[in-house]
């Protein structure tokens, strides 16, 4: 019995043993756990703070990109001028483009702002009319401001005639019409026949016109001049003569003339030579010296009477 009580208390003890073994195994465990916590705390905080500061780095970038773009537009809006900017030759082209491209003149102070500082505008300039005084345009000065312009002797490549058509008044035509069928006729005879004054306008436009012309001077006192029709007033209505122009009765069949026609009413019949005033300026002094003083002397009394 002895010996089995003493020989069963090893095994006790060794189970003990094995226990407090297994005991002392699980708290190094449990220690290396706790241990671990801190550090995965420490690496998440670490990775939060690497992630703050990848954002403020690209923050950073982001303004650094700006203020370079920022930088660069600054730098465009600045006149980047060649290393050869101050040489009087280089001036004078810049001043040459300048006055090229200007919608409208420049004076001294907007060219010299335009230019590298200390340029002699001046005598660029004075270089620049020289320069173009024999060409098609010139440098020239208006209002204290400079400008290219056409040369004088070049205006007529500019120039360009338009026909302006103009109908003629009912004035017009009435006494178009009297002096094509009563010529040669005075304006005192037009007035007579129309019932009313004929006013300068309406005789100066038929005579702009060709259409209407002097004819001579009526023998009578204050030698009126005598109006008649020209050669244009025949081209135009196609006329051979002014003979050809329509009588009475061609009148009414047109419809232009009533049936019942006042008594003594007729219709003259045009001539184009003869007559008292056809062509009788004077008789001592030659018909084109007489002819100019008559046109004169038409206006001067059409000027009076207005």
Same mark, same amino acid.
């Given at each position: 019995?002895?010996?089995?009580?003493?020989?069963?208390?090893?095994?006790?003890?060794?189970?003990?043993?094995?226990?407090?073994? @297994?005991? +002392?195994? /699980?708290? *190094?465990?449990? =220690?290396?756990?706790?241990?671990?916590?801190?550090? =995965?705390?420490?690496?998440? &905080?670490?990775?939060?703070?690497?992630?703050?500061?990848? =954002?403020?780095? !690209?923050?950073?970038?982001? !303004?650094?990109?700006?203020?370079?773009?920022?930088?660069? /537009?600054?730098? +465009?809006? #600045?006149?980047?001028?060649?290393?050869?900017?101050?040489?009087?030759?280089?001036?004078?082209?810049? #001043?040459?483009?300048?006055?090229?491209?200007?919608?409208?003149?420049?004076?001294? +102070?907007?060219?010299?702002?335009?230019? *590298?500082?200390?340029?002699? #505008?001046?005598?660029?300039?004075?270089?620049?009319?020289?320069?173009? /005084?024999?060409?098609?345009?010139?440098?020239?000065?208006?209002?204290?401001?400079?400008? %290219?312009?056409?040369?004088? +002797?070049?205006?007529?490549?500019?120039?360009?005639?338009?026909?302006?058509?103009?109908?003629?008044?009912?004035?017009?035509?009435?006494?178009?019409?009297?002096?094509?069928?009563?010529?040669?006729?005075?304006?005192? /005879?037009?007035?007579?026949?129309?019932?009313?004054?004929?006013?300068?306008?309406?005789?100066?436009?038929?005579?702009?016109?060709?259409?209407?012309?002097?004819?001579?001077?009526?023998?009578?006192?204050?030698?009126?001049?005598?109006?008649?029709?020209?050669?244009? %007033?025949?081209?135009? %209505?196609?006329?051979?003569?002014?003979?050809?122009?329509?009588?009475?009765?061609?009148?009414?069949?047109?419809?232009?003339?009533?049936?019942?026609?006042?008594?003594?009413?007729?219709? *003259?019949?045009?001539?184009?030579?003869?007559?008292?005033?056809?062509? &009788?300026?004077?008789?001592?002094?030659?018909?084109?010296? @007489?002819?100019?003083?008559?046109?004169?002397?038409?206006?001067?009394?059409?000027?009076?009477? &207005?």
């Amino acid at each position: 019995m002895t010996d089995d009580i003493q020989h069963e208390k090893p095994t006790d003890e060794t189970d003990e043993s094995q226990l407090e073994s @297994e005991g +002392d195994g /699980e708290a *190094p465990e449990e =220690e290396a756990s706790a241990e671990a916590a801190p550090a =995965e705390e420490a690496e998440t &905080d670490e990775a939060e703070e690497a992630a703050e500061a990848a =954002e403020t780095a !690209e923050t950073a970038e982001g !303004e650094d990109g700006q203020a370079e773009d920022e930088a660069d /537009e600054s730098a +465009d809006n #600045v006149v980047r001028f060649p290393s050869n900017a101050t040489d009087h030759v280089q001036v004078v082209r810049m #001043v040459e483009a300048l006055l090229f491209a200007a919608a409208e003149p420049l004076d001294i +102070d907007s060219i010299a702002a335009r230019l *590298p500082e200390g340029a002699d #505008v001046g005598a660029a300039i004075e270089d620049l009319q020289k320069l173009h /005084e024999d060409r098609g345009v010139n440098l020239v000065r208006i209002a204290n401001k400079w400008m %290219f312009r056409t040369a004088d +002797d070049m205006a007529f490549l500019m120039e360009r005639e338009a026909v302006s058509v103009r109908k003629l008044s009912r004035a017009a035509m009435e006494t178009l019409a009297i002096i094509a069928y009563h010529q040669p006729v005075t304006r005192a /005879e037009i007035e007579e026949i129309r019932g009313v004054s004929v006013s300068k306008g309406t005789l100066d436009v038929l005579m702009e016109t060709e259409w209407v012309r002097l004819r001579g001077r009526r023998r009578t006192p204050g030698r009126p001049v005598t109006y008649g029709t020209t050669e244009e %007033f025949l081209v135009h %209505f196609g006329l051979e003569n002014v003979g050809d122009l329509p009588g009475a009765e061609e009148l009414k069949a047109a419809g232009l003339l009533d049936g019942r026609l006042p008594p003594g009413f007729e219709v *003259p019949t045009p001539s184009d030579s003869g007559g008292d005033g056809d062509g &009788d300026f004077t008789d001592e002094e030659p018909l084109t010296e @007489e002819y100019g003083a008559a046109i004169d002397e038409h206006l001067t009394a059409s000027g009076e009477e &207005d």
